[in-house]
């Protein structure tokens, strides 16, 4: 499965931004999908995740109520909607796709996008 992140910018606080992860050679709704991201100098962090069967999704606890995940399955394409930003959710956003529920270590994840750049500014 290859997996196309995009959707990344530069957004002032209390802002908003839509990240978009495109899936090809797989069909997202055969995985767990997640999103996670990894600010300069700390670890890769999962942001959300979410499995197609039953539709769970999980936040870590500093995005809940202002990030939502969500998938279109007839364009084999998952989103990350996020509001209200700050600057401290500046970082690289990674999309990835696995197999584990919940898995939140990114050893969770078998498929990864290359990426995209989220500035939020004060």
């Known amino acids: 499965v290859q997996l196309q992140a995009s959707g990344g910018g530069l957004v002032q606080a209390g802002g908003s931004l839509r990240l978009s992860c495109a899936a090809s050679?797989?069909?997202?709704?055969?995985?767990?999908v997640g999103w996670f991201r990894q600010a300069p100098g700390k670890e890769r962090e999962i942001v959300a995740a979410?499995?197609?069967?039953?539709?769970?999704?999980y936040y870590t606890d500093s995005v809940k109520g202002r990030f939502t995940i969500s998938r279109d399955n007839d364009q084999n394409t998952m989103y990350l909607q996020m509001s209200t930003l700050k600057p401290a959710d500046t970082a690289v956003y990674y999309c990835?796709?696995?197999?584990?529920?919940?898995?939140?270590?990114?050893?969770?994840?078998?498929?990864w996008g290359q990426g995209t750049q989220v500035t939020v500014s004060s």
């Open positions: 050679g797989g069909l997202l709704r055969d995985y767990v």
């Open positions: 979410k499995r197609w069967v039953g539709g769970s999704s």
């Open positions: 990835a796709a696995g197999s584990v529920w919940l898995g939140v270590s990114t050893t969770h994840y078998r498929y």
